[in-house]
């Protein structure tokens, strides 16, 4: 894995992101991951949970590196990155998953950019499927720690439209896609695992 390019974020909440994504994606079969990055997340969960297929996906621009883990992976359950643009509220996929994983990608995009999100998602996953969304999340418009007011504080200087979003907005989002919470892990430094299942 030298000299590819690295998120140590990735590295530090994967064990603890795993724990959870291996009871909750038990059943499961076909995992679409939103926003794959460097393609850590996807190595790592495909190794470990290898009764997954798992379909990664990002703009274009990160294509190269997520493809350059797998090619170093050898993984057969792990597939080339998709274009999903936030950008584009009508988002398609060849296959429909019975799951759905993002790590820290909300706070990253304009609101309008995750309301897309939800809709393609809505549209995208099949019933009874799950959104698993990880990340920091503020809960009755507030932060849940200190260090999340200064991180959010730091996104909002290189690109003021991004910030850590309300819990309960989020799940407004969710419920207006027939989405209904069904889990809320806390997670290491102040971040959560959100598990909403498709009516």
């Known amino acids: 894995m030298k000299n590819l390019p690295f998120s140590e974020s990735c590295e530090q909440n994967k064990n603890p992101i795993l724990a959870i ?14 926003g ?12 470990m949970l290898p009764h997954l297929t798992w379909q990664t996906s990002d703009l274009a621009e990160n294509h190269d590196t997520i493809r350059a883990w797998l090619e ?4 057969s359950n ?31 995009m304009g609101w309008p950019e995750v309301e897309n999100l939800f809709t393609g998602i809505g549209r995208n996953l099949k019933p ?7 990340g920091p ?8 720690s200190m260090s999340n007011a200064q991180f959010d504080e730091m996104l909002k200087t290189y690109d003021p439209k991004s ?9 407004k989002l969710a419920n207006l896609q027939g989405l209904k919470l069904v889990q809320d892990f806390a997670m290491p ?11």
């Open 36 to 47: 794959s990055g460097t393609g850590q997340h996807a190595i790592y969960f495909g190794q």
């Open 72 to 75: 170093t992976s050898k993984l």
């Open 128 to 134: 009874g499927g799950l959104l698993c969304l990880y």
């Open 137 to 144: 999340f503020n809960y009755g418009g507030k932060y849940t």
């Open 163 to 171: 910030g850590i979003r309300d819990f309960e907005a989020m799940d």
């Open 21 to 34: 994504l291996s009871e909750a994606f038990a059943d499961k079969k076909n995992v679409l991951e939103i």
């Open 78 to 108: 792990v597939l080339p990155p998709l274009l999903i643009d936030a950008n584009n509220p009508d988002w398609h996929l060849p296959n429909n998953p019975d799951a759905i994983f993002s790590a820290n990608a909300v706070h990253i």
């Open 189 to 199: 430094a102040n971040n959560r695992t959100l598990i909403w299942k498709k009516t």
